[in-house]
């Protein structure tokens, strides 16, 4: 599986960003796709994720209420709308590949594939 993320940028704080991740390879009928993040100096940390059919989503408590998550199935694709951006959500945005989709992990452990990072920057 290959995961080919885009959309980050800078944007001042308050600003919106829309992060996009397609998978291609061998894929499976039922995967959760999902956003992690690592900003300099920290460890890397769950943001959201999501499963293939949409019905079950995870969000990480600093990020609910300013960021949706959504996926195109057909496509194998996820999205990450970030709105109300502040400067500590600045970081390098990693989508992440689960081909089990059993359960919507919020740890890194358990996700099989990932992306090359995008770099968010929110200036204040």
């Known amino acids: 599986v290959q995961l080919q993320a885009s959309g980050g940028g800078l944007v001042q704080a308050g600003g919106s960003l829309r992060l996009s991740c397609a998978a291609s390879?061998?894929?499976?009928?039922?995967?959760?796709l999902g956003w992690f993040r690592q900003a300099p100096g920290k460890e890397r940390e769950f943001v959201a994720a999501?499963?293939?059919?949409?019905?079950?989503?995870a969000y990480a408590d600093s990020v609910k209420g300013r960021f949706t998550i959504s996926r195109d199935g057909a496509k194998n694709t996820v999205y990450l709308q970030m709105s109300s951006l502040k400067a500590e959500d600045t970081a390098v945005y990693y989508c992440?590949?689960?081909?089990?989709?059993?359960?919507?992990?919020?740890?890194?452990?358990?996700?099989?594939?990932w992306g090359q990072g995008t770099q968010v920057t929110v200036s204040s």
């Open positions: 999501i499963s293939r059919s949409g019905g079950r989503t």
């Open positions: 390879g061998r894929t499976s009928s039922s995967y959760i």
């Open positions: 992440a590949f689960d081909l089990t989709g059993a359960v919507v992990h919020t740890t890194s452990g358990p996700y099989d594939y």
